[in-house]
């Protein structure tokens, strides 16, 4: 499986930014998938998840309610919707994929990973 991540970049906090990520090399539809992020010196972690069907979401809480995963299974794709962005957010943003469809929250069981892309969040 390949991911291709498009989006991130600098904004103001309060601003907003949309990820997308392309995935290739097996059928979508089979495919949990997540955005994760790392902060300098932190561990990666989870930021929304989806499951192949789309019917199940799973947020942290710290982008609850801002955030928001959608996926689109006939163009292969899953977005992030990020919305009142503050500084905290900022970090590499990372599109992952699970081949068992799970889409859950743990980190251990996304076997795909896309490049890292930066997302600043200014004060």
């Known amino acids: 499986v390949q991911l291709q991540a498009y989006g991130g970049g600098l904004v103001q906090a309060g601003g907003f930014l949309r990820f997308s990520c392309a995935a290739s090399?097996?059928?979508?539809?089979?495919?949990?998938m997540g955005w994760f992020r790392q902060g300098p010196g932190k561990e990666r972690e989870l930021v929304a998840a989806?499951?192949?069907?789309?019917?199940?979401?799973y947020y942290a809480d710290s982008v609850k309610g801002r955030f928001a995963i959608s996926r689109d299974n006939a163009k292969s794709t899953v977005a992030l919707q990020m919305n009142s962005l503050k500084p905290e957010d900022t970090a590499a943003y990372y599109c992952?994929?699970?081949?068992?469809?799970?889409?859950?929250?743990?980190?251990?069981?996304?076997?795909?990973w896309g490049q890292g892309t930066q997302v600043t969040v200014s004060s």
């Open positions: 992952a994929a699970d081949d068992l469809g799970r889409g859950d929250p743990s980190v251990a069981n996304y076997n795909y």
């Open positions: 090399g097996r059928p979508f539809s089979t495919l949990g």
């Open positions: 989806i499951t192949w069907s789309g019917s199940t979401t």
